[in-house]
Structure formats: structure tokens, C-alpha cells
């Protein structure tokens, strides 16, 4: 089936979260990003600020709302919004994904005190994540479940357990990518979008079968309030996308000189900003991504800045294929964490290689037929100058030879 490509971006009709391409050749996604050049974002705001005055705690006695943290992408911003903005006393919610690098580490410790909140993390038994993690990845080829489960879990659970009905989440993935909704429609947190988008359609339950060891004890971390009791409890999340003119770009670069948000470069992208706390998802969970779906980050980065007009289609290809292809970094350390070896780690993932995007030349050697190679402009004339701030001290690859479970914080 011939994949069309939207004229403006780099997306294709393929994409798995949906997108649609009008008669003019323009996707859904770029359409929804040109509401960012003509809504009122000032009166917008004024009417996130009326929102949230109802969950103000005059009396001090809980905090307002909550907000889901990591060491990295959007946290820093949307906390500085919260507390510095609206004026709100966030409670910060952490899922520990054992991933984690030094840089996440020092981000998260970083932000807690710079913004003075109080913080939760949450902390699975890693024997059952290990267990989850083998299941998901040799059944579904994703490492990345437990952690996509339990980072969109662990607040609602914990906006339950502790009364703060409010929560608060930056940008719509679904909004900012193929524009699976406008702005304007306001859409908050759902049960159904969480199963469908970030868990791929598998919720806790869907885990368990009789073929392996795992069991109700070790997923009812990951098991979602019902509705019953997000209703008796009033819990609602927004997302300040929907009042914010959304540009991750600017907002890392003042992140950055306000509050030493700390960045890195990566193999597979040329975005120094997002998930620099974690070792896997620019490299072994972003490589599966190519494998299934014949894209990967680096296209997201790149449509992304495309749709902000600081890169051409043309420059924003060049880059993807500068780096869509680079092998995955650390895998070595996953290796160790899972107790599995190499040969059966690429065994596993080549099962996910989606035949649409790969030919089999040999045993071990694969052609790649992506969605960057189903276009064809003169690339190789058009270098971005496009620039990001990288300011850690030290490589990416010269980090401890290890995950680091609990860090220490900031000294």
C-alpha cells in the first residue's frame, strides 16, 4: 500500500497514533500547529488561570495539585509554570524507571530544589519490573511498557491516596504530533487514551497470561483507579498545552539559563533536551520504534522544528538520515540489567522488523525502506545550522557503566 507523505512535514499516512492528509497534501498535525500563530494565548491563559483557582488550598492543609516529573523533556517548564506562574503548591510525582542516568538524577534533584516542592518517587520491586520488562519486550518488542505504565499511573493513584484531585500534564502528545484534537476542544487525561496511545494498547491485566511467571502482585502497581473512584474523588488532569503556546525548543533553552537545566548529545538525534535521564529510550526503545513503524525520534524532533520554521523539509531529512540509522548506544547495560546476551537481544528485536520498512538480505543483514527513504529531495545541499545547547561536563558515553537506581541528589 503506497504510504502518502504530508508536503509540509515529514510525516506519512502511516503513522500509528493516526494522521490524516488533506487535498492540499497538508497533515492533520501541521493544520492543529497553526492555531499556535493565531490563538489569543494571552486570553487562553486567563482561562487556564480560572481553572485552576478552585483547587487552591486556602487553608494550606494539602497541596493544589500534582505534577508528574522526570529528570528531563518538559518537567523543569512546567513546574515554573505552575509554581511561578499560577502560583500554585504542586506536589511532585516521580515513577523510578531504573534506567536512570547520572544527568536525570541531577536534573530531577536540581529542579526540586531550585523550585522548592516536595517530591514523591515511587519505587517498583525491580525483580517484577525485570519480569514485565521480559514479557513486553519478547512479546510486543517494548522495554519501555512498565515505565510508560507507571509514569501515567502513579499520579492518578497518588492523586487518589492523598485527595489532591488536580493534575497537571504539559503538552498532548496526540495534539502536538498528527493533531488528533484542536486546542480549542481542552481535552483532558483519559483512561482510553493512556491504554490505546501510551501502553499500545495493553493494559496491566492484558500482561498475565498462563505461559509465564507473572502474576497480580507484581502488576497491581500498574492497575488504574476506575472510574467509580476517579469520579468519587473528582480527579481530572489537564494539560497546559492547550493554554500555553507550546514550543519545547524555547522552553528547554530558558530552562536552561534560568534554573541550569542540564542537556546532551545523542547518536540517534541532533535534540540535546529530551530524556537525557535515561539511558534507553534514544537508543534501545528508539531503535524498536524503527523497526516497527519505519521512523523514529529523530523524525519527531525534526517535523517538529519544521512546523516552528526553524528547519526546511529538506533540512529536516538531511538530519533524519544522518541519524536514523546509528546504532543504539549502552545496550551493554541492559544486557547486564535483564540477564539476557546479545544474540538474544537482537534475535528478539529483528522478530519486530515490520517487513513493510525492512528487507532480509541475510541472516544478519537488513535493508531499511523507511519513511525517509520513500522520499527523494536533493538533501545533501541542505545542512541545517540549527543549533542546541549541550552543557554537561562530561560525554554522554563517558558516563558510570551502570543504571543508576537511587541517586544521591544534588551536592
Not at 519478547?138 to 491516596?161: K, M, S
Not at 474523588?233 to 500555553?244: A, D, E
Request: glycine share 6%; charged share 25%.
Amino acid at each position: 500500500m503506497k504510504i502518502n507523505f504530508c508536503k509540509r512535514c515529514l510525516y506519512s499516512s502511516d503513522h500509528p497514533l493516526g494522521l490524516i492528509i488533506n487535498d492540499d497534501g497538508i497533515c492533520s498535525g501541521c493544520k492543529i500547529h497553526e492555531e499556535k500563530d493565531y490563538l489569543d494565548w494571552d486570553e487562553r491563559f486567563k482561562k487556564l488561570e480560572l481553572i485552576v483557582k478552585p483547587y487552591r488550598n486556602i487553608k494550606a492543609e494539602n497541596y493544589d495539585c500534582i505534577v508528574p516529573v522526570t529528570g528531563a523533556n518538559d518537567s523543569y517548564y512546567i513546574v515554573h509554570i505552575v509554581k511561578n506562574k499560577l502560583g500554585l503548591n504542586p506536589l511532585l510525582v516521580t515513577y523510578n524507571k531504573y534506567f536512570n542516568t547520572p544527568l536525570g538524577i541531577k536534573n530531577l534533584a536540581n529542579l526540586r530544589i531550585q523550585l522548592n516542592c516536595d517530591i514523591i518517587y515511587q519505587n517498583i520491586n525491580p525483580i517484577s519490573v525485570k519480569k514485565i520488562t521480559r514479557k513486553t519486550f519478547r512479546e510486543h518488542g517494548n522495554i519501555y511498557w512498565p515505565i510508560l505504565a507507571g509514569q501515567t499511573v502513579f499520579p492518578v493513584q497518588t492523586a487518589v491516596n492523598l485527595k489532591i484531585p488536580l493534575i497537571i500534564w504539559g503538552a498532548h502528545q496526540g495534539i502536538e504530533q498528527v493533531g488528533m484534537f484542536s486546542h480549542m476542544h481542552e481535552v483532558e487525561m483519559t483512561r482510553r487514551y493512556r491504554k490505546d496511545h501510551d501502553l499500545f494498547n495493553h493494559e496491566a491485566n492484558d500482561i498475565i497470561s498462563i505461559h509465564d511467571d507473572l502474576t497480580k502482585r507484581d502488576l497491581w502497581q500498574y492497575q488504574y483507579p476506575t472510574d467509580k473512584v476517579l469520579k468519587a474523588n473528582n480527579v481530572r488532569g489537564i494539560y497546559l498545552g492547550n493554554y500555553i503556546r507550546w514550543d519545547p525548543k524555547a522552553q528547554h533553552e530558558e530552562m536552561i539559563s534560568k534554573y541550569g537545566y542540564l542537556t546532551s548529545s545523542f547518536a540517534r538525534t541532533f535534540d540535546c533536551y529530551d530524556y537525557v535521564d535515561c539511558y534507553n529510550y534514544m537508543n534501545l526503545h528508539d531503535t524498536l520504534k524503527l523497526y516497527k513503524h519505519g521512523y523514529s525520534k529523530v523524525t519527531d524532533h525534526a517535523c517538529r522544528e519544521i512546523r516552528f520554521g526553524r528547519l526546511t523539509r529538506e533540512e529536516g531529512l538531511h538530519l533524519i538520515k544522518k541519524h536514523e540509522l546509528n546504532d543504539p548506544e549502552f545496550s551493554n547495560l541492559f544486557l547486564k540489567w535483564l540477564g539476557i546476551e546479545e544474540k538474544g537481544l537482537n534475535f528478539i528485536m529483528d522478530q519486530f522488523r515490520n517487513e513493510k520498512y525492512w528487507n532480509k538480505i541475510n541472516p544478519r543483514k537488513w535493508e531499511f525502506n523507511g519513511w525517509s527513504r520513500s522520499q527523494n529531495p536533493d538533501y545533501n545541499k541542505k545542512i541545517s545550522k540549527i543549533k542546541f545547547v549541550k552543557n554537561n561536563n562530561f560525554k554522554y558515553k563517558e558516563i558510570e557503566n551502570k543504571y543508576i537506581t537511587i541517586g544521591k541528589g544534588w551536592p
